[in-house]
């Protein structure tokens, strides 16, 4: 029911029923998620997660999946893949990086510029968002010393309660 909904309700998403997480995890495991969905912008995730509130379903937000282990009965609700968001801009001294871009190219490509400050990220192995989501580091370096501002999508904001 909810997952008919679902679909007449954003017709054109990105959407995959019964998907196998496995085919998405770094480790290759993981069991089907209920609904997969990859949303293209902020406002595509809010109007998603105010329709899971209203239903009352459980939302798993992944980047890159490389520091999940998802088991293989799967993950019931919706589950939002965030690396259809993946640009990365450039303006002078700042880099405006979307939640889904893999922070190692964020890395390599200030690298190209000159930018400085991003080096420890060259061989992490997930996305942006993640990278903020769990201050990843390596190498005396975190996110947490680079990061000048962030898009949060807070689930009690877009709520309908
Ligand atoms: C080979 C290997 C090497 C690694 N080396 C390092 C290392 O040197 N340093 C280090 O810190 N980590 C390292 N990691 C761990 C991992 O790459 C990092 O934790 C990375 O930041 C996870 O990002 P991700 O996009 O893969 O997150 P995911 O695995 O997709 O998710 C991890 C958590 O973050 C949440 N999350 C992800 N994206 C978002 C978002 N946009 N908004 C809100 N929540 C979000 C998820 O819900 C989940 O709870 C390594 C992992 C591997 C497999």
Redo the contacts with the bound molecule.
């Keep these: 029911m909810f997952l008919n909904d679902l679909r007449r309700a954003f017709p054109n998403a990105n959407m995959k029923f019964n998907e196998p997480l496995k085919h998405y995890t770094?480790t290759e495991t993981g069991g089907p998620a209920d609904v997969l969905i990859f949303p293209q912008t902020a406002d595509e995730i809010m109007a998603l997660v105010r329709f899971a509130n209203k239903a009352h379903e459980p939302v798993?937000?992944?980047?890159?999946?490389?520091?999940?282990i998802i088991s293989d009965e799967g993950v019931y609700g919706v589950v939002l893949m965030?690396t259809d968001m993946d640009y990365i801009e450039f303006d002078g001294l700042d880099i405006k990086a979307g939640?889904g871009s893999r922070?190692i190219d964020v890395s390599l490509q200030a690298g190209e510029r000159s930018l400085t400050g991003l080096e420890f990220a060259c061989?992490?192995?997930?996305?942006t968002?993640?990278?903020v989501?769990?201050n990843?580091?390596?190498y005396d370096g975190e996110i947490s010393e680079v990061l000048v501002e962030i898009d949060v999508v807070s689930r009690r904001a877009v709520s309908t309660h």
């Design positions: 770094y798993l937000v992944l980047g890159n999946s490389s520091n999940v965030l939640a922070i061989g992490i192995p997930g996305s968002g993640g990278a989501y769990m990843a580091g390596a």
